[in-house]
Structures are given as structure tokens and as C-alpha cells.
T-cell receptor, first 112, second 114 residues
Framework: KQEVTQIPAALSVPEGENLVLNCSFT??????LQWFRQDPGKGLTSLLL?????REQTSGRLNASLDKSSGRSTLYIAASQPGDSATYLC???????????FGKGTKLTVNP | NAGVMQNPRHLVRRRGQEARLRCSPM?????VYWYRQLPEEGLKFMVY????????ESGMPKERFSAEFPKEGPSILRIQQVVRGDSAAYFC????????????FGPGTRLLVL
């Protein structure tokens, strides 16, 4: 059974810092991995999607890496801003299934 | 192109009543997924549907829960005889094709059972 773990559960940093969020998964037979952002009381916004054959994806100040063999992904946020404050969710699409398996998320607070 | 739409955004029911949650996928999307987020928990997959077909319902509780995606109209998640443990945020997502793109999520329906 696929399990996704995100560390840390919460993170508070001052504005301007670079930071790394971690995601690990137990079964490396994944089709892709996605990072989402969730704001309080809102839905999910897709940030980056990495196919299983890819090593990383970049969008603006965000960079996500994938090491499928070790079951790990990281989300790097450069020059953090207060507007980045949200919960960041990691999800994997398993091979042979359409469903996404989510971690519990990392709640990020960027202090001005 | 409007995003995934869900209604109602908030729903309050008393124990024993029925809850009906609606999801309109993005235009051109024929795949719909329902997820549930319990308080302090991650999102859990419930069911995956295509038009008029349930493809994977491995995450659906065996009793009281049902889902449909008719040929015309929105997808419906129905919860009969709700209990307090059903209180959660229910998210719908849609995609245009198998695994080619991300699933696009709606804003969710927050269900509160009194």
C-alpha cells in the first residue's frame, strides 16, 4: 500500500529565506508526482507535476525534484514571500491506478 | 474556461439526513475524481468516474455512499443517513485524459453534520 509522508509538518521562516519541503513515498512504481498548494478553506492549486521519467521541474521560484528509486521528492522555494504561506501537499499517481495518494502536507508560514 | 465547480460550498445536515454534493468538471474533461479530507488528515481518494461509468470506487465506504456521473449534468456524491464522522471537506477533481495532465481541483464542499 502506497504511503506518502511529508516532513516537516509545519515550518515557519522569515521572509526572503530559501526553503526545502520534503516528500517520501513507499512504492517507487509511480506514474507521476505532483506538488499542490492549499490555502485555508480553499481548493488545491497544482504547482508542479513531475513525470516518473523526469528528474525535476521548475516554475518561477519553485523547483521540484524527483528521485524515484529512493522514493523522495523535494520542493525548493527560493526567496520566500508572505504570500507563499499555505499548506503544501505532495501526491503520487500510482502505476495502474488513476487515484492520487496524498501526504498530510507541510504548513508553511512566511513571516514579514 | 471556468474551473471545476462544486456546490454547495458549505452544507449543514443533521444526523440521519441525506447530503448531496455536486461537481461540474472543467469543460472538455470527461474524468471526475472525488476525495475526502477529514480534519487534520490528508486527502483520501474515494471514487473515479467517467461519463455514466464508475471506474474505481476502492476508496468509497461500502455503505451509505454512492456516486454518479450521468451523461448530462454534474457528478453527484450522495451520502445517506449522515453521521458526525462524515463531517469533512469533499473535493472534486477533473482531468481531460488518462494521466496526461494534472487533476484540476474544485474549491470543495465543507460538510458539517450536527
Amino acid at each position: 500500500k502506497q504511503e506518502v509522508t511529508q516532513i516537516p509538518a509545519a515550518l515557519s521562516v522569515p521572509e526572503g529565506e530559501n526553503l526545502v519541503l520534503n516528500c517520501s513515498f513507499t512504492d517507487s512504481a509511480i506514474y507521476n508526482l505532483q506538488w499542490f498548494r492549499q490555502d485555508p478553506g480553499k481548493g488545491l492549486t497544482s504547482l508542479l507535476l513531475i513525470q516518473s521519467s523526469q528528474r525535476e521541474q521548475t516554475s518561477g521560484r519553485l523547483n521540484a525534484s524527483l528521485d524515484k528509486s529512493s522514493g523522495r521528492s523535494t520542493l525548493y522555494i527560493a526567496a520566500s514571500q508572505p504570500g507563499d504561506s499555505a499548506t503544501y501537499l505532495c501526491a503520487v499517481a500510482e502505476g495502474g491506478s488513476e487515484k492520487l495518494v496524498f501526504g498530510k502536507g507541510t504548513k508553511l508560514t512566511v513571516n514579514p | 474556461n471556468a474551473g471545476v465547480m462544486q456546490n454547495p460550498r458549505h452544507l449543514v445536515r443533521r444526523r440521519g439526513q441525506e447530503a448531496r454534493l455536486r461537481c461540474s468538471p472543467m469543460k472538455g474533461h470527461s474524468h471526475v475524481y472525488w476525495y475526502r479530507q477529514l480534519p487534520e488528515e490528508g486527502l483520501k481518494f474515494m471514487v473515479y468516474l467517467q461519463k455514466e461509468n464508475i471506474i474505481d470506487e476502492s476508496g468509497m465506504p461500502k455503505e451509505r455512499f454512492s456516486a454518479e456521473f450521468p451523461k448530462e449534468g454534474p457528478s453527484i456524491l450522495r451520502i445517506q443517513q449522515v453521521v458526525r464522522g462524515d463531517s469533512a471537506a469533499y473535493f472534486c477533481a477533473s482531468s481531460p485524459d488518462l494521466r496526461q495532465e494534472t487533476q484540476y481541483f474544485g474549491p470543495g464542499t465543507r460538510l458539517l453534520v450536527l
